[in-house]
T-cell receptor, first 114, second 114 residues
């Protein structure tokens, strides 16, 4: 079945450091890929998405490129801020015959120190 | 304001006592879904619904029931809760169309089953 694997955390960085959170997936179809972010005590919210191979999603300085050849969707940001501290989830949505399921990775907690 | 609401936000109950967690959205979304979040496991899909009276199982449906009698509401029912259903639960909704699977999440319901 479909699955999502993302790097374990926590990840601790200093402010202005470069961030990479790795995400790889397996899917039988042609899924859409997502990064969601969860701030403390809140629900998840969409950070960015890509719907087909080679698409690049971007938002708030974060970027991720849908790489079909390596089945990856790594999240990057050039210069993190303390306010980026949160849990980040990689996810895929794959349409089946009756609807679509969404599969989430286990989440990666990011701590950014001032 | 576009939103997904869940009630209650916190719930402590005892084994075997039936409970319902409500979920409502005001965005006229066709698709709604329930997830549970557990440490190290990310979010796992319990049930989802593509439209009124159309529901299907996710990855972890055992011990749960859902219904979709109205488009805006998607309650989660635990007929006989057990301690292994202690978790953080999220409801989400989205449009149901190709590449429109961005989901909007509620604030979460933290459930403790004693």
């Amino acid at each position: 079945g479909d699955s999502v694997t993302q790097m374990e955390g926590p990840v601790t960085l200093s402010e202005e450091a470069f961030l990479t959170i790795n995400c790889t997936y397996t899917a039988t179809g042609y899924p859409s890929l997502f990064w969601y972010v969860q701030y403390p005590g809140e629900g998840l919210q969409l950070l960015l998405k890509a719907t087909k191979a080679d698409d690049k999603g971007s938002n708030k300085g974060f970027e991720a490129t849908y790489r079909k050849e390596t089945t990856s969707f790594h999240l990057e940001k050039g210069s993190v801020q303390v306010s980026d501290s949160a849990v980040y989830f990689c996810a895929l949505s794959d349409r089946g015959t009756g609807g679509f399921k969404t599969i989430f990775g286990a989440g990666t907690r990011l701590f950014v120190k001032a | 304001e576009a939103q997904v609401t869940q009630n209650p936000r916190y719930l402590i109950t005892v084994t075997g006592k039936k409970l319902t967690v409500t979920c409502s959205q005001n965005m006229n979304h066709e698709y709604m879904s329930w997830y549970r979040q557990d440490p190290g496991l990310g979010l796992r899909q319990i049930y989802y619904s593509m439209n009124v009276e159309v529901t299907d199982k996710g990855d972890v449906p055992e011990g749960y029931k859902v219904s979709r009698k109205e488009k805006r509401n998607f309650p989660l029912i635990l007929e006989s809760p057990s301690p292994n259903q202690t978790s953080l639960y999220f409801c989400a909704s989205s449009y149901y169309g190709t590449h429109q699977e961005t989901q909007y999440f509620g604030p979460g319901t933290r459930l403790l089953v004693l």
